[in-house]
């Protein structure tokens, strides 16, 4: 099978610092990733799409000096939060898809509390 | 306008017995395709059937398959014989033709098979 891996799985920070989540593909080269976020019991919410060595697709709505996005290579994205307040803390989760397969293979997921 | 539609909060089920999760979405999209993820308590997101728009057949995948009715833009999940580790949130996802493979997701269905 297809396995993402994410790094951390969960984090705390202070108010005002940044954090770097990692999303890695193992076992394939992603064409492209995703990130999203989810808050408690509601569903996925699609932030960004990101093809390597391309800038990041931000979804309305999303910030992107506040959400940077790098595709370094086609196993790694990180999402940055850059200066992080309260309402950023959230269930993190990024998905990789493989070029010619439909479906998304999803990480672990990242769960952040920013204090 | 909601795309993904999951009409079901909850569910509850007994051991051994099937359960159908309803799924309608909405879309002018010729070409497009459907999706059921599993999520349980640990967050993952775990891929389970896919459905493309031309396909004629509904899927199958061991337990699950998805009933998929073209005319009504319905793409339920059938669970058979339900076991205590089917018990998590289950998510109806639906990816449009030429949008960089974005899935729309559904507000989710809580299931929670009974011994």
């Known amino acids: 099978g297809a396995v993402v891996s994410q790094h951390p799985s969960w984090v705390i920070c202070k108010s005002g610092t940044s954090v770097k989540i990692e999303c890695r593909s193992l076992?394939?080269?992603?064409?492209?990733m995703f990130w999203y976020r989810q808050f408690p019991k509601q569903s996925l919410m699609l932030m960004a799409t990101s093809n390597e060595g391309s800038k990041a697709t931000y979804e309305q709505g999303v910030e992107k000096d506040k959400f940077l996005i790098n595709h370094a290579s086609l196993t790694l994205s990180t999402l940055t939060v850059t200066s992080a307040h309260p309402e950023d803390s959230s269930f993190y989760i990024c998905?990789?898809?493989?070029?010619?397969?439909?479906?998304?293979?999803f990480g672990p997921g990242t769960r952040l509390t920013v204090t | 306008a909601q795309k993904i539609t999951q009409t079901q909060p909850g569910m509850f089920v007994q051991e051994k017995e099937a359960v159908t999760l309803d799924c309608t979405y909405d879309?002018?999209?010729?070409?497009?395709?459907l999706f059921w993820y599993k999520q349980p308590s640990s967050g993952e997101m775990i891929f389970l059937i896919y459905q493309g728009s031309y396909d004629e057949q509904n899927a199958t995948e061991g337990r699950y398959s998805l009933n998929f009715q073209k005319a009504r833009k319905s793409a339920n999940l059938v669970i058979s014989a339900s076991q205590l580790g089917d018990s998590a949130m289950y998510f109806c996802a639906m990816r449009e033709g030429g949008n960089d493979y974005k899935l729309s997701f559904g507000a989710g269905t809580t299931v929670t098979v009974r011994a």
């Open positions: 998905s990789a898809r493989r070029g010619g397969a439909h479906e998304q293979y």
């Open positions: 879309t002018s999209d010729q070409s497009y395709g």
């Open positions: 076992d394939f080269q992603a064409t492209t």
